[in-house]
C-alpha cells in the first residue's frame, strides 16, 4: 500500500463522495487527515536543475521545439490572432492557499467523484459587480463529467483537446479538459489540460494544468512535487482559444513526463508513489464541470452540446506501446451530452442548466 501524501481535509475538501455510474446511490468515502502533511510546493513551479531527463522524441514522435509565447498578460484571444500556443498570466506567479487547495473531480473505471466539501469560495468574475459570498463556510462542490476510459496497460497515452473558453457561473469553481493515466485500480492518478478556473488563475481564460493524486487523495494545482523543466512553456500559463493542441503524458526514466503542444513542460518523479506507479491501468479523458449545485449554469467545452458538428472535442486518443484504443464514453448528468464519433474520438460538452 503506497503511503498517502494528503488527505483530502488537508488539501481543505472536508467530505468526499463517490457516485456509481449509472447508479442513484452514493458511497461515503473516508477522509484521512494527515497532521503535519508538508506545505505543498508553489502553483508555478520554478525551473530547476532536473534530476531526470525526459525522452528525445514527445510522445506522438515529433522532435521537442519550442511552443510559440506571447508577452506575458497576454490573453488567450491574443494569443490566438498572433499565432501563438502559451503565455504566462498577467501578475506573474499567483501562489496562494487558495491555488493550492481549489477543488478538483476525478473519474475511475466505474465509480467517480460525485461531491465534496471545501472552504474555498469562488471569486466574482473579473469586470463584474460584487455580490454577497455564499454563507455557507463550507460550501459543497458537485463534480459533473464527460468521459472516454479505457482498460489500457501502457507507457502513457496522448490525445488531441480542443482548447475553449467555456462560460464559468459566477457561484462555479472551474470547467475543463484533461488526459488522465491512472493505476488499474484508479487511485493513482497524474493529469494535465487546460481549466477556466478563477480560483487558481484569477481570470476567464483557459489555463495550462497539471494535477495528481496519491491512493485517491486530492495534492495541488501545478505543484505538490511537479518538476518543470520547460524555460518557456509552465503549468498556469494562458492558452490559445478555439483551436486545437495535443497533450500528453508519458513514463520515462523514473519519471511521469507531461508535453503539450511541442515541448516537454516537466514532470512528477515517481518517488511520490513509492516507485510503484510505472505504467497505466486505465486511461481516461474527459470534460470536467466543478459547480456549487447540481444544477450548473457553466458551460463545458466550448457549451455546444455534443450531437452538434461544431461542439468541443477530444480526439486521436493513442497509448505508447499499448492497446490499441477502444473508447468507452460516459456522461454523469442530463446537463452535458457526449457522442462517440470514432474508437479514439468524441465530441463532448453543452451549455449546462441555464
Same mark, same amino acid.
Given at each position: 500500500?503506497?503511503?498517502?501524501?494528503?488527505?483530502?481535509? &488537508?488539501?481543505?475538501?472536508?467530505?468526499?463522495?463517490?457516485?456509481?455510474?449509472?447508479?442513484?446511490?452514493?458511497?461515503?468515502?473516508?477522509?484521512?487527515?494527515?497532521?503535519?502533511?508538508?506545505? &505543498?510546493?508553489?502553483?508555478?513551479?520554478?525551473?530547476?536543475?532536473?534530476?531526470?531527463? +525526459?525522452?528525445?522524441?514527445?510522445?506522438?514522435?515529433?522532435?521537442?521545439?519550442?511552443?510559440?509565447?506571447?508577452?506575458?498578460?497576454?490573453?488567450?484571444?491574443?494569443?490566438?490572432?498572433?499565432?501563438?500556443?502559451?503565455?504566462?498570466?498577467?501578475?506573474?506567479?499567483?501562489?496562494?492557499?487558495?491555488?493550492?487547495?481549489?477543488?478538483?473531480?476525478?473519474?475511475? =473505471?466505474?465509480?467517480?467523484?460525485?461531491?465534496? =466539501?471545501?472552504?474555498?469560495?469562488?471569486?466574482?468574475?473579473?469586470? #463584474?459587480?460584487?455580490?454577497? &459570498?455564499?454563507?455557507?463556510?463550507?460550501?459543497?462542490?458537485?463534480?459533473?463529467?464527460?468521459?472516454?476510459?479505457?482498460?489500457?496497460?501502457?507507457?502513457?497515452?496522448?490525445?488531441?483537446? #480542443?482548447?475553449?473558453?467555456?462560460?464559468?457561473?459566477?457561484?462555479?469553481?472551474?470547467?475543463?479538459?484533461?488526459?488522465?493515466?491512472?493505476?488499474?485500480?484508479?487511485?493513482?492518478?497524474?493529469?494535465?489540460?487546460?481549466?477556466?478556473?478563477?480560483?487558481?488563475?484569477?481570470?476567464?481564460?483557459?489555463?495550462?494544468?497539471?494535477?495528481?493524486?496519491?491512493?485517491?487523495?486530492?495534492?495541488?494545482?501545478?505543484?505538490?512535487?511537479?518538476? =518543470?523543466?520547460?524555460?518557456?512553456?509552465? +503549468?498556469?500559463?494562458?492558452? #490559445?482559444?478555439?483551436?486545437?493542441?495535443?497533450?500528453?503524458?508519458?513514463?520515462?526514466?523514473? &519519471?511521469?513526463?507531461?508535453?503539450?503542444?511541442?515541448?516537454?513542460?516537466?514532470?512528477?518523479?515517481?518517488?511520490?508513489?513509492?516507485?510503484?506507479?510505472?505504467?497505466?491501468?486505465?486511461?481516461?479523458?474527459?470534460?470536467?464541470?466543478?459547480?456549487?449545485?447540481?444544477?450548473?449554469? #457553466?458551460?463545458?467545452?466550448?457549451?455546444?452540446?455534443?450531437?452538434?458538428?461544431?461542439? /468541443?472535442?477530444?480526439?486521436?486518443?493513442?497509448?505508447?506501446?499499448?492497446?490499441? +484504443?477502444?473508447?468507452?464514453? =460516459?456522461?454523469?448528468?442530463?446537463?452535458?451530452?457526449?457522442?462517440?464519433?470514432? /474508437?479514439?474520438?468524441?465530441?463532448?460538452?453543452?451549455?449546462?442548466?441555464?
Amino acid at each position: 500500500m503506497l503511503k498517502s501524501r494528503r488527505g483530502l481535509l &488537508a488539501a481543505g475538501l472536508t467530505v468526499a463522495v463517490i457516485g456509481a455510474i449509472g447508479v442513484a446511490s452514493t458511497l461515503n468515502a473516508g477522509a484521512e487527515q494527515i497532521p503535519g502533511a508538508p506545505v &505543498a510546493a508553489p502553483a508555478s513551479a520554478p525551473v530547476a536543475a532536473p534530476d531526470a531527463q +525526459p525522452p528525445a522524441s514527445l510522445p506522438w514522435g515529433t522532435k521537442p521545439q519550442r511552443v510559440k509565447r506571447g508577452r506575458d498578460g497576454a490573453t488567450s484571444r491574443a494569443l490566438k490572432a498572433a499565432g501563438l500556443s502559451a503565455a504566462a498570466p498577467a501578475g506573474g506567479d499567483r501562489t496562494t492557499p487558495d491555488d493550492e487547495y481549489a477543488p478538483k473531480g476525478r473519474s475511475s =473505471r466505474s465509480t467517480f467523484l460525485k461531491t465534496a =466539501r471545501t472552504t474555498v469560495v469562488p471569486p466574482e468574475p473579473p469586470s #463584474t459587480d460584487p455580490s454577497p &459570498a455564499p454563507s455557507s463556510s463550507a460550501p459543497t462542490v458537485t463534480f459533473l463529467y464527460n468521459v472516454g476510459s479505457q482498460a489500457a496497460v501502457s507507457e502513457g497515452a496522448y490525445a488531441n483537446l #480542443t482548447i475553449n473558453k467555456p462560460v464559468l457561473d459566477k457561484s462555479d469553481y472551474h470547467t475543463l479538459a484533461e488526459l488522465a493515466v491512472q493505476s488499474a485500480d484508479g487511485a493513482q492518478i497524474v493529469e494535465v489540460g487546460w481549466t477556466v478556473d478563477r480560483v487558481v488563475n484569477g481570470d476567464d481564460d483557459p489555463h495550462l494544468f497539471v494535477y495528481h493524486w496519491v491512493d485517491r487523495q486530492a495534492t495541488c494545482y501545478n505543484g505538490c512535487g511537479f518538476v =518543470r523543466y520547460s524555460k518557456t512553456v509552465a +503549468p498556469g500559463d494562458t492558452l #490559445t482559444v478555439d483551436t486545437q493542441k495535443k497533450f500528453g503524458i508519458q513514463f520515462y526514466g523514473g &519519471a511521469w513526463w507531461v508535453a503539450y503542444d511541442t515541448e516537454w513542460v516537466g514532470y512528477f518523479p515517481a518517488k511520490i508513489w513509492d516507485n510503484e506507479f510505472t505504467r497505466t491501468g486505465m486511461v481516461q479523458i474527459f470534460g470536467e464541470v466543478a459547480a456549487s449545485s447540481d444544477r450548473p449554469c #457553466t458551460q463545458m467545452g466550448n457549451g455546444r452540446p455534443a450531437i452538434d458538428a461544431t461542439s /468541443a472535442r477530444i480526439g486521436s486518443v493513442s497509448y505508447l506501446n499499448g492497446p490499441a +484504443p477502444d473508447l468507452v464514453v =460516459r456522461s454523469t448528468s442530463d446537463y452535458y451530452r457526449v457522442s462517440r464519433l470514432t /474508437a479514439r474520438t468524441f465530441r463532448y460538452g453543452g451549455p449546462g442548466a441555464c
